[in-house]
């Protein structure tokens, strides 16, 4: 309720709280549109009055694995599509303008989807009327009588309202009327055809308790929000056809009470329901004219429709408007119909229409943050600010949130399945909006009881008069006679004029006749005193009677409060507790998400750890392989042109010493010719090589190259490889190595597998084993033995010697040597050293080493006897 200020009372402290602490939730109410057509997918049940119920449409299950189930929500009340206007109309408006007339303000918006039924919910259609027609009837019904004569009451463009007295309010209408042509009340009912029949007369429904005592005035105001600006839908400007102006968008003020009202806005007193219609449909009419001009889209706009009530009460005579402008009340009903709420993508709006749909369904954006943030201050007890003032739809409410005042929602949904997504987000932030608490508007009764003041003044008197008579007293009905009786008893006077100093008779009679008149006087006056004591008495008696009853109530009532300061005590006790303990909730909540998020990182960090790990081993590894193989085709590289290198310089040598020596001999020969001469007795025949070198070499001149091929004699073969007969044992599975030095045994017999015919024949015998050595290369072993002939008449072998025939790169070898001989820590390496055999090979090879060349090794070996 906007209560008028009083003209002297200073400016109140801002935040404007109510004074009582009593609050009711927003209330939500949902009404479903029946489908468009009949065959369509729907998407929503009415499950009671209270549940919907939203269900996936097929196509959506299918797309999301069917992830979606249904999901139910609850309001206030839930409406389907078999509910009438009228039902709606009581359920949700009628409170609010009960309200109203009661002086208490109250907000109801429509809110949902394009074409969800927000204006068929609030407007309406002929013979369907909305909430909006059905409130301006139902105001109209109920203060009609009571209504003050136009200008009485006057806005004063502050958002107060002023009272003027009769004949300035007459001076105001001769001259508006003078001016314009204002509209007068019309005297029939639904004369315009675009609304005829809204409301059928059999629905026509009226407030209880309406204030006869008081005189009220209707204005409307229609605005419309749109891009952020507010038009007003029922300014009169003259229309220019050629160059139609622009409509100039509005501001909003705050007033003196911190009510947020549209400066300058265009507020038309109304007389009546039709012409209230009237006033609506002109700005309908501007708002579609606007939108047409300036290729709006009305679905985008909201729009606003302001009843203010004005109430003063009447003088003390019942008839005139009581002068005093503290004493006027103005109340307001807002009724809203939101845009629609889905986003901009649906209906693909491009340049500018994009950039105002984003600005529309900014306002609706703010309208939703609003409610969180309110909704968040009030169930965890913080004191966030709400931002209003993002939008002019929010500041324009401002005072309903932070204020007080009823505010009702009707969330409207179409059950069709394109709709299903926004029409989910629809229900949760309808849901979410119940939980809002709006402060309750306190009662302020302006003249106490509802009975006119004429009335009562009649009721009055004749309560007393029925006491009066009650006690017998002569002031009831009978009263007037009784006085009438003795007023008509007072006795005339008598002609007083004296005719003559004897006149005997005028005197006496005079005297008579005043004393008679004095008789009635007094008895007229005891009468009145009996009659005014009496009246005395019933009134101290009543006045006593009152005053027991004031105290006995004024006891009761102070009872009454200490009653309900407890429980208002208790209540806020309550109240807190249950804040805490939601905020408490809340903060867990915050914790858990945070540790969950936390524990998210630290999981992630850990599998990039381990990954990077892996990658750098992996990288190690390759590292290493490419390393060892590098090397690897390196030596063997080096090894090859080495050996390449040193084959062909052999070679060289070779050939160079071969014709060295054949020039050599040449030489001698021709020598020979030439001294053959001189000693032509001596033998003729050409004298052996070996026998000839030391003469040559005497006689020669001292040449400095070597007779004979500069090989080395060659190594004086093994004593086992003598003058016995062997068994030359040769397994089938050996390889036929293409080594230069072979194992040449005279006298022998070769055989596959030892047998007894060869062994009888021959005293040695000797196998040649092949075997892989430890670095790959084939080793050749010569196992010697002595054939023993047995006692039984066989034959058995003693293995007494092993030969080793080995093929081996030098440079490989010498370097394998040096690495075997010491290990990285100066300690013979393991591995070569393990069995005896091989210590006693390689001490034997150093022994023999010397005198045989690379790739042939000589190894003795200690007899063994055979286990
Ligand atoms: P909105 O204002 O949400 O965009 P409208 O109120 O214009 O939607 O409704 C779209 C259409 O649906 C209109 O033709 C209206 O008559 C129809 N309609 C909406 N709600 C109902 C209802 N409850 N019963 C019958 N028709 C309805
Ligand atoms: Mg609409």
Redesign the pocket.
Known sequence: MIRQAKGKTPRRPPPKKPSNNQKDPVGVYC?A??L?EEDEECCIEVISNTTIQLHAPDGLKANRNGEFKETQYSFKKVFG?K?TQMELFEDVAKPLVEDLIHCKNGLLF?Y??????????MTG?PGQGGLLPRSLDMIFNSISPYQAKRYVFKPDDKNGMEVQNQVDALLDRQKRESQTSVPKTPTTRRFDPEFADMISPEEACKASGVDEDSSYSVFVSYIEIYNNYIYDLLEETPFDPIKPKPPQSKILREDQNHNMYVAGCTEVEVKSTEEAFEVFWRGQKKRRIANTQLNRES?RSHSVFIIKLAQAPLDADGDNVLQDKSQVNVSQLCLV?LA?SERTSRTRAEGSRLREAGNINQSLMTLRTCIEVLRENQMCGTNKMVPYRDSKVTHLFKNYFDGEGKVRMVV?VNPKADDYEETLLVMRFAEMTQEVEVARPVDRPICGFAAGRRQRNQAFKEELTRRLEDRGGPVDGDSPTVLNQLLQSFPPLPPCEISGPNDNVTLPRLIEALEKRHKVRQMMVEEYNKTANMLKSVLQEQDSNLLSKENFIQEQRGRLGEKDKMIQNQKNEIDRLEKKSKMLEYKIDILQKTTNIYEEDKRSLQQELESREQRLQREMSEKRRMESRMQGIVTDAKLKWEKECERRVNAKQLEMQNKLWVKDEKLKQLKAIVTEGKTENQQPKRPSREKDKVPAKRSASPSPVPTGPPVRPLHRRSHSAGGERWVDHKPTTNVDLDTVLQPNIPNAIKVNAPNEKALSKCDKYVLTHQEVASDGEIQTKLIKGEVFKTRGGGQAVQFTDIETLKQENPLAASRKRRSSETGPDGEPMEGNWTDVETRCSVALEMRAGSNLGPGYQHHGYPKRRKP
């Open positions: 009404r549109r029946p468009g599509i509910t429509t949902g989807v394009t074409g969800s039924g927000k204006t068929y919910t259609s679905s119909d629609g409207c």
